[in-house]
């Protein structure tokens, strides 16, 4: 064979590893979606075939329901930009914490050491934590329990005003005062005010920062960019496979944890999830008929449904609370399963038997939205007029627009659907495969 077939045939090799190479690439994404689709669809049939009425195992209508929902279910979970955002998030949140107390000594006191940068940054984040700590003991007291959104702008609130205090007012005097006590020389007595402001502006920056990620998380419905753009991509399954879902993802994580339900850890992990997937139920139901471009009827009507389903998820929850054996643990699934056989082939309950809110609750309901905010925003509006305010102050307008500006976004975002607080999101809201 002469030197130029044989470069020919290399070259055409070569050309056909580098398109192989490109194709599994670009197909990657889906070749390791659908390996853990047919896990979860394998998974979930077991359930089904365990756990049914039915000897011969679930019907053709389940089969296909759970199938079409274990692949969707699988590229939306390895969605291949999930990691990406994740990277980035994870990168901002290190910038932010990093940033913070660089940005403040840079701006406030520039003369301070890179020691004294770090302890400063290590002061304000736990400090920070401590309050956090301090305000979430807060919540369980009306009236921040009753508009949990009124906790963190009060907690802004006092952040900006103590920065204030250590920068402006009469901490700045206080300080002075203690540190000439102490016969420091003039450059020890400048740098400790130069590291008590930055302290004092790192803490007002880093509950700024937690308090607007909290909005956000809010207003997104505690979902992370990743989900959101994923939902966006992959749009959404229709309203029955969105409960069904649901309950598959429970039923396979009460499954799991049956034979260990008499241990404290194991409930607690039960009840967490069946909390976080009800909630994400519902609110994923509102957003398919939003999507779908359905009307305000159409809204109410398959939200009513969701809540009944809802309901019943709140009944198996309290059953597993005290349930103690694995058989009254497989009831519940037995109950669990029965829902998702009736969804599969279509069969909604009637929700027009439902019982309906009544005055009492939608007053109350309407009271606990619009009441803090008015409050917040008369305070906000009369704060100068209050005894003990230096209406001439600089901050005194400042405060105000604060007090204005929260009760406006307390007004706005007190009705979302959801329970707030960066402590109980780490601790309920956190999603564990384990529970897919």
């Not at 890179?114 to 369980?140: E, K, P, R």
Request: net charge positive; with cysteine; glycine share 8%.
């Amino acid at each position: 064979m002469s030197t130029t077939v044989q470069r020919e045939d290399l070259e055409q090799g070569l050309r056909g590893l580098a398109l192989d190479v490109q194709s599994r690439i670009r197909h990657w994404p889906t070749i390791r979606a659908l390996a853990y689709a047919r896990g979860l669809n394998r998974s979930w049939l077991d359930i089904a075939s365990r756990y049914g009425s039915s000897i011969d195992g679930p019907d053709d209508s389940t089969v296909l329901a759970i199938r079409r929902i274990a692949t969707y279910s699988a590229f939306h979970d390895y969605w291949i930009l999930r990691d990406v955002l994740a990277v980035v998030g994870a990168g901002l949140v290190t910038f932010a914490l990093i940033g913070i107390p660089l940005l403040t000594t840079s701006l406030l006191s520039p003369q301070l050491s890179a020691g004294d940068v770090a302890g400063v940054g290590f002061m304000a984040f736990v400090l920070w934590l401590a309050a956090t700590v301090m305000f979430g003991l807060l919540a369980h007291i009306p009236p921040f329990s009753i508009a949990p959104l009124l906790r963190h702008m009060t907690e802004i609130g006092l952040a900006v005003f103590f920065t204030w205090w250590v920068l402006r007012g009469a901490g700045n005097e206080m300080l002075a005062s203690i540190l000439d006590q102490e016969n420091l020389k003039a450059d020890q007595k400048a740098h400790a005010l130069a590291v008590a402001h930055s302290l004092a502006a790192s803490i007002a920056l880093y509950v700024g920062a937690a308090t607007t990620i909290e909005m956000i998380w809010r207003l997104s419905g505690y979902r992370s960019p990743a989900e959101l753009i994923s939902r966006r991509v992959y749009g959404y399954l229709p309203p029955p496979y969105i409960i069904v879902q649901a309950y598959l993802r429970l039923m396979w994580h009460i499954h799991r944890n049956r034979a260990a339900l008499r241990k404290r850890s194991a409930k607690k992990r039960v009840v967490i999830a069946m909390r976080f997937h009800r909630a994400e139920m519902v609110l994923d139901v509102d957003r398919c008929i939003r999507s779908y471009g359905g009307s305000r009827g159409d809204r109410d009507l398959y939200r009513t449904r969701a809540n009944i389903f809802c309901s019943r998820l709140a009944a198996h929850e309290r059953a597993l609370l005290d349930a103690i054996a694995p058989r009254e643990a497989d009831a519940v699934l037995q109950e669990m399963l029965s829902d998702v056989e009736k969804l599969c082939t279509g069969n909604w309950p009637d929700a027009d038997d439902q019982p309906r809110a009544s005055l009492l609750n939608r007053v109350a309901a309407f009271t606990r939205r619009v009441v803090p905010a008015m409050a917040l925003g008369l305070l906000g509006l009369f704060y100068h007029k209050l005894p003990m305010v230096d209406s001439d102050a600089a901050g005194t307008g400042a405060i105000q627009a604060a007090l204005v500006t929260g009760a406006f976004a307390l007004l706005v975002a007190s009705d979302v659907n959801v329970e707030g607080g960066l402590a109980s999101i780490f601790r309920r809201r956190g999603r564990d495969r384990g529970e897919a």
